[in-house]
């Protein structure tokens, strides 16, 4: 199976929802469906945001040395740490 980007994910979620929108309006708003496919477009709509949040912080990874990235792991998985954090 080949990975596909975060970016081209995000693309091709919101290519998803513009055929919903697409389809919701070949059902008319006369059709007791439309309202609750509106809807669930439109909270699906709000999870670009999470899209663009993976992104940025896969970017942040790439920018970050792995032995840092490494260390900080290490130290949040110690069992005091844990305790403290939750």
Do not use: W
């Amino acid at each position: 199976m080949i990975e596909k980007s975060l970016s081209t994910q995000r693309l091709e979620f919101l290519d998803e929802l513009d055929t919903l929108k697409r389809l919701a309006k070949e059902i008319g708003d006369q059709n007791p469906c439309y309202q609750m496919l509106v809807a669930s477009i439109e909270n699906l709509y709000e999870l670009r945001y999470v899209f663009l949040y993976a992104e940025y912080m896969d970017d942040c990874a790439k920018k970050t040395p792995k032995c840092f990235r490494e260390l900080v792991s290490v130290y949040f998985k110690h069992p005091d740490v844990k305790d403290f954090v939750s």
